[in-house]
């Protein structure tokens, strides 16, 4: 079974500072995907970023950037620039060979940009 | 992009009465779609997964007899909460999968459910 851990509950960070966010997992598959998904004060589930395990590349969008270390099964997310709009709960969730496979879920990171 | 609309974004309803919520993919074919239930500040805990056509999967501990769940098309999925008590107020989310890379997991809005 795969485990997905955010160890940080809770954080908070300066508008335009930069914060990153932890992730890590457990699995034994070596094909699979990992996604960082944000869940705003609306609770409408966006999609971050996602990163596919076979590219090494790190993924990134805009300001959003991973860390992704495949050995380490480490998945941190990177948000530039950080904005008042970035206050949300992050979730990091993990899915082996995409599709129809149920994503497992960290317990998420409560993420607030202070003016 | 893949849209999936889920209604209604809030219902309060008696107990012991039902209340279905429906989730459509709007522009793509739902292969599969997952329910899931949130509690406050807490993560997306899933109830079961649902292919079109098929009995769904419930995961363990999950009554299947009080939240029916059926996927009778491509393109809607409902979950009905039966007989529905105090302690089943939540947050529902249902999450659509066309079983490609091409649209990823699409998330409906949610519904926040009141059983007074």
């Known amino acids: 079974a795969q485990t997905v851990t955010q160890s940080q509950p809770e954080m908070s960070v300066q508008e335009a500072e930069t914060v990153t966010l932890s992730c890590t997992y457990d699995?034994?598959?070596?094909?699979?995907?990992l996604f960082w998904y944000k869940q705003p004060p609306s609770r409408q589930m966006i999609l971050v970023i996602r990163?596919?395990?076979?590219?090494?590349q790190n993924a990134t969008e805009n300001r959003f950037s991973v860390n992704f270390q495949k050995a380490a099964k480490s998945f941190s997310l990177k948000i530039s620039d950080s904005q008042l709009g970035d206050t949300a709960m992050y979730f990091c969730?993990?899915?082996?060979?995409?599709?129809?496979?149920?994503?497992?879920f960290g317990t998420g990171t409560r993420l607030t940009i202070i003016p | 992009g893949a849209v999936v609309s889920q209604h209604p974004s809030w219902v309060i309803c008696k107990s012991g009465t039902s209340v279905k919520i429906e989730c459509r993919s709007l522009?793509?074919?739902?292969?599969?779609m997952f329910w899931y239930r949130q509690f406050p500040k807490q993560s997306l805990m899933l109830m079961a997964t649902?292919?079109?056509?098929?009995?769904?999967?419930?995961e363990q501990g999950v009554e299947k007899d009080k939240f029916l769940i059926n996927h009778a098309s491509l393109t809607l999925s409902t979950l009905t909460v039966t007989s529905a008590h105090p302690e089943d107020s939540s947050f529902y989310i249902c999450?659509?999968?066309?079983?490609?890379?091409?649209?990823?997991?699409?998330f409906g809005s949610g519904t926040r459910l009141t059983v007074v």
């Open positions: 649902s292919n079109e056509g098929s009995k769904a999967t419930y």
């Open positions: 999450s659509a999968s066309t079983g490609s890379s091409a649209y990823g997991y699409t």
């Open positions: 990163q596919e395990a076979y590219k090494q």
């Open positions: 522009d793509f074919q739902a292969t599969t």
């Open positions: 969730a993990f899915v082996p060979n995409f599709g129809n496979e149920k994503l497992t």
């Open positions: 699995t034994s598959e070596n094909n699979y995907y």
